[in-house]
């Protein structure tokens, strides 16, 4: 299984501003994958990463308010843009293949 | 649209108080399904896959077992160190690589 970490693990942000979330793996993955985690509630599919080319979105999310970088096979940036408090999630990063996915260890983001 | 739900929302088990927890799915073809343990504050730690109705994974005192509409972890004579909440995932034949559709979870509290 491959080791994941997050930065931040928290943030309080106000509204209007942006974050960025970075995720780092310690061996080479093909696709990186970015989760929301709302309270209460089940994990969502934000995006997936691959190196070298645009993430693909699922719906309900766009590259403006949720724009990704994908600068080689280890690394990954998830940017939370013009926040507002519907945005205060747990995100999450995860690697994985055909048997499984890993996860992160979550980035908690309130927006007051 | 493929679906994944979970029951009970919430178990409060005395230590050594066996059960079960469900996930009942709809999927057009199951690629796989996936059991997770989230701890708070974390994320999600892989547990077990199961491919194919019949299949039956142990780690523990944990054993999933899988149907082609539902799938259950029997939890067996638990610890408190087994509180957590437990979340499970399918991967369909049609969707995207990667696109896992989670259930909510069910929160699991075992007290000494």
């Known amino acids: 299984s491959a080791v994941i970490s997050q930065k931040p693990s928290r943030d309080i942000c106000q509204r209007g501003t942006s974050l960025t979330i970075q995720c780092q793996v310690d061996?080479?993955?093909?696709?990186m994958f970015w989760y929301r985690q709302q309270p209460g509630q089940s994990l969502t599919l934000i995006a997936t990463?691959?190196?070298?080319?645009?993430?693909?979105?699922e719906s309900g999310f766009v590259i403006d308010k949720f724009p990704i970088s994908r600068p080689n096979l280890t690394f990954s940036t998830l940017t939370v843009s013009n926040m507002s408090p519907e945005d205060s999630s747990i995100y999450l990063c995860?690697?994985?293949?055909?048997?499984?996915?890993?996860f992160g260890p979550g980035t908690r983001l309130l927006v007051l | 649209e493929d679906q994944v739900t979970q029951s009970p929302e919430a178990l409060r088990l005395q230590e050594g108080e066996s059960s079960s927890l469900n996930c009942s799915y709809t999927?057009?073809?199951?690629?796989?399904l996936f059991w997770y343990r989230q701890d708070p504050g974390k994320g999600p730690e892989f547990l077990f896959t199961l491919y194919s109705a019949g299949e039956e994974k142990e780690k523990e005192r944990l054993k999933a077992t899988l149907t082609k509409k539902e799938s259950f972890l029997h939890i067996t004579a638990p610890k408190p160190e087994d509180s957590a909440t437990y979340l499970c995932?399918?991967?369909?034949?049609?969707?995207?690589?990667?696109?896992?559709?989670f259930g909510a979870g069910t929160q699991v509290v075992v007290t000494p």
């Open positions: 995932a399918v991967r369909s034949t049609t969707d995207s690589w990667g696109k896992f559709q």
């Open positions: 061996s080479q993955v093909t696709m």
């Open positions: 995860s690697v994985g293949g055909q048997e499984t996915q890993y």
């Open positions: 999927v057009s073809g199951l690629r796989g």
């Open positions: 990463a691959n190196q070298g080319s645009e993430a693909t979105y």
